[in-house]
């Protein structure tokens, strides 16, 4: 446990704090960005200094070549939506591929190549840092 300022107020609270005891700010962390090395809060998504994705440490990464073969293989079952934690477009995606006898199955195969052949910036953007409660495509 080591001891830092707040950003607010200035006073030393520890570095475990969620909140200042001084002035009740949020305590926010520094985290480097891995590809330029700027020292950037961890409540961003993006360097401010490059715009890379950052990645935080409260988050898990979701990997698109995993979703992508997902997609692929198991797209018509909406697999790949529930790695993702889209749970609401995994029931709907497993619901339209069980009445369409799965023929949705070859669209999920589409987006499964889109998601392999797209940047990680992307896929992150797309489908694992939104609000979104079903992006199906």
């Known amino acids: 446990m080591a001891l830092v300022k707040c950003k607010e ?3 030393e609270i ?3 704090a969620a909140a ?3 002035c009740g700010a949020p305590v926010v962390k520094d985290i480097y960005c891995q590809k330029c090395g700027t020292k950037v809060p961890e409540n961003v ?3 401010p200094n490059c715009g890379a994705a950052v990645n935080c440490p409260g988050k898990p990464k979701k990997d698109k070549i995993v979703a992508g073969i997902l997609a692929i293989l198991f797209g018509g079952l909406g697999i790949h939506y529930f790695y993702m934690g ?3 477009a995994g029931i709907i995606s497993l ?3 069980l ?3 799965y023929i949705w199955g070859l669209v999920m195969l589409i987006q499964g190549i889109l998601i392999l052949t797209m940047t990680d910036e992307a896929f992150m953007a797309k489908y694992v840092d ?3 409660s079903f992006p199906l495509f």
Do not use: E, R
């Open 99 to 101: 009445c369409s006898c």
């Open 20 to 22: 200042c005891p001084h």
């Open 95 to 97: 619901i339209i591929g």
């Open 45 to 47: 998504q993006y360097c």
């Open 130 to 132: 939104t609000d979104k």
């Open 14 to 16: 520890s570095d475990t």
């Open 9 to 11: 107020c200035g006073q």
């Open 86 to 88: 889209k749970t609401t």
